[in-house]
């Protein structure tokens, strides 16, 4: 997984539609705001990197979201989390004592 691929906003929000489930490129191109040939650029780019699906269906491509390589990045971030949340409830602790301190 190229983590550039999720870098760009609009194609966070594209994901982020899709979660809710699968879209014309028109609904997408409405949501973003952007012109059509520009959410096809960024729809052909999840393609590429199996983030998203396509199913043609007579004019229509539907593209669906597919979880897997997110289920791979959350995965790898996992040791991350746990240092970040032993470093927020260190900071919570000493949040705590300064208040008990005044």
């Known amino acids: 997984m190229r983590f550039d691929v999720l870098a760009d906003p609009n194609r ?5 539609l899709l979660l809710q489930h699968p879209r014309s490129v028109g609904d997408i191109t409405h949501h973003l705001g952007l012109t059509q ?3 096809s650029k960024h729809l052909r780019i ?6 998203v699906t396509v199913r043609k269906d007579a004019q ?3 593209y669906e979201l597919r979880p897997t390589p997110l289920a791979e990045i959350d995965a790898w971030l996992t040791p991350y ?3 970040w949340n032993h470093t927020l409830d260190r900071l919570e602790q000493h949040l705590d004592t ?3 301190d005044q």
């Open 37 to 39: 040939p520009a959410t």
């Open 81 to 83: 989390r746990k240092l």
């Open 60 to 62: 229509r491509r539907w």
């Open 98 to 100: 300064m208040e008990d």
């Open 46 to 51: 999840l393609r590429e990197a199996g983030l």
């Open 12 to 16: 966070r929000h594209i994901l982020d």
